[in-house]
């Protein structure tokens, strides 16, 4: 008879190599893709996006299925805050709610305040209560509207003025504001009344170049 050794394959040199595989990386959604999971935020500059985000509450300034994320904001002081989404990547909406009227998630019914303006982008200027907390929602305008957003919080100054005619010496009524910091970067903007006078409560405090203008 004959015999023949069968070479196995941990001993072949020509066994074939088992094939790695790699798992597909599956999109992870925001760590704060849930009001309950809100990210607690003070003053600062906080940036991410809403690309793989879901439905999870919703205010009257955006679409109710656009997808996006939450802040806990909780007031060190009680001051002017300022609420900023400039220099975010796509249509944005920012809106503001009471966490004691319902908790989470934030809706129409504990909004306090909701922004949507397209440019230079949602600012919302807030008066805050030492300790209390305020439920902060990220959105888009639409439920296609995602992206990387910049949310910025930060203490508000006080700026007023009254600009006057230099021809006429007369109250110049109805005029745009424009508010630059030292690098050029847009800050805010208000409009003069009847009087002359103008008004932003939104500055910090610092330096500002000052543009005017009217819209005719």
């Known amino acids: 008879n004959l015999i023949r050794e069968i070479e196995g394959p941990q001993n072949s040199r020509h066994a074939k190599r088992s094939k ?24 600062g500059i906080f940036v991410g996006h809403t690309t793989f985000a879901t439905e999870n509450g919703w205010a009257t300034c955006s679409d109710p299925t656009s997808p996006d994320v939450w802040f806990r904001y909780i007031a060190p002081e009680t001051a002017t805050v300022v609420f900023s989404m400039v220099g975010s990547d796509y249509s944005p909406a920012l809106s503001i709610h009471n966490p004691l009227i319902n908790g989470c998630p934030g ?46 919080i930060k203490k508000g100054g006080f700026n007023s003025g009254k600009i006057t005619n230099a021809f006429t010496q007369a109250a110049a009524a109805g005029i745009n504001v424009y508010f630059y910091d030292e690098t050029g970067d847009f800050e805010d903007s208000t409009s003069t009344n009847a009087n002359g006078e103008y008004i932003s409560p939104a500055l910090p405090s610092g330096t500002f170049y000052v543009q005017t203008g009217n819209d005719n």
């Open 20 to 43: 790695r595989t790699k798992t597909p990386d599956v999109p992870q959604s925001p760590g704060n893709d849930d009001c309950t999971s809100a990210y607690v935020v003070g003053a």
């Open 107 to 152: 809706d129409p019914s504990d909004q306090i305040v909701c922004s949507d303006d397209n440019f230079p982008g949602p600012k919302i200027v807030l008066p805050v209560n030492a300790g209390n907390e305020y439920l902060v929602r990220v959105s888009g305008d639409s439920d296609e509207d995602v992206g990387s957003y910049v949310l910025t």
